[in-house]
């Protein structure tokens, strides 16, 4: 069937958020004279600016008001989308909000009573598959063919330039190997490597091969960067709760390396060209590892109660068998490389 009007109801995280990249350009290879909207919460729209698969981005409050929902739903019923896609796998809001919407076809994943506000109940996969592979799935249940698995974030000017001057501003000087580190996980402490060890490993970074290192989080990482700062000799570039989203992929794109817990920074980062080193604890990297092998490390100690999922644990004896010479092993190979084509 031919769809004019499509309706895709996006997701609420930074890593889902570059996930279902490669189901957006699916869709638009599938349906390619069809108008596409993406619904997403405001704080993630900037991610699909420039998207060549995506023709409207309608951004709102996740926690709007009444209101503002209302509202929502009223500007979406005018729009007389013929399909919807939910990306989001167990909620029930969406589904909802798509009905009150009346869009006429709604396809999402099976769950629960859920599943009687859609007209297409997609099962979900039996066996664990990557994110990617599992938004997918969606499109897919339209018979559509898939193509390119591609995750995509558009490069910005602006943002480029932003962090070139922010970059200066903090004393980097042009060519000298740059470092980011990311030590902070939005889900839980059961996701994030030691600040300590962190520490550690940037004095070692620093010492070893003279490069600059730049600390990344958001503004409620600042306690956690703040006790990395306080465990180094050195200074580093601190650029926590400094970027947009954006700035951070451009900041991102500057390094020659990046180092970091599984995270939303971790898959904004894939769609880069800088080399990755990606620490995994209680999540499997099989189904949100970085979406790209070439220029990526894994290091992830599988124990007996691997994966776990949890957001916080006592032990964190996935964590403590990562040591800090783990990751200067994995390191060594790209920054070798870069050091000698500097000199």
Request: hydrophobic share 40%.
């Amino acid at each position: 069937m031919e769809y004019k009007k499509i309706l895709v109801k996006g997701v609420n995280w930074v890593g889902d958020a570059i996930f279902i990249t490669p189901a957006l350009s699916t869709l638009r290879s599938g349906f390619p004279k069809a108008k596409i909207s993406l619904l997403v919460p405001e704080n993630l729209a900037e991610i699909y600016e420039e998207n060549p698969n995506i023709d409207e981005l309608i951004a709102y409050r996740r926690k709007g008001s009444l209101k503002e929902r209302i509202k929502l739903i009223r500007t979406l019923k005018k729009k007389r989308f013929n399909l919807g896609i939910i990306m989001q796998s167990t909620s029930y809001e969406p589904a909802i909000l798509l009905s009150l919407a009346r869009i006429p076809e709604r396809v999402g994943y099976s769950h629960s009573l859920r599943n009687l506000l859609l007209t297409k109940v997609v099962e979900r996969p039996k066996e664990a598959q990557h994110e990617v592979d599992f938004f997918l799935g969606l499109v897919k249940s339209l018979g559509i063919k898939v193509e390119k698995k591609e995750v995509f974030m558009a490069e910005d000017r602006e943002a480029r330039e932003w962090a070139e001057k922010f970059l200066i501003e903090n004393g980097y000087r042009e060519g000298d190997p740059l470092i980011g580190i990311f030590p902070g996980a939005y889900f839980g402490s059961a996701k994030r490597w030691f600040p300590e060890r962190y520490a550690t490993l940037a004095e070692r970074l620093i010492k070893d091969y003279e490069v600059r290192v730049v600390l990344f989080g958001e503004k409620n990482d600042l306690p956690l960067i703040q006790k990395i700062i306080d465990n180094m000799m050195a200074t580093p570039i601190n650029a926590t709760g400094k970027t947009s989203l954006k700035q951070l992929r451009a900041l991102i794109e500057r390094c020659h390396l990046f180092i970091t817990n599984d995270s939303g920074p971790l898959q904004i980062a894939s769609t880069t060209r800088t080399s990755i080193i990606a620490l995994f604890g209680s999540s499997d990297p099989k189904k949100t590892g970085p979406w790209r092998e070439e220029g990526c490390t894994i290091i992830y100690k599988r124990i007996p109660c691997s994966p776990c999922f949890k957001r916080k644990c006592r032990s964190l004896v996935c964590f403590k068998a990562i040591t800090v010479e783990d990751i200067l092993r994995a390191a060594k190979t790209y920054l070798s490389r870069e050091c000698q084509s500097n000199q």
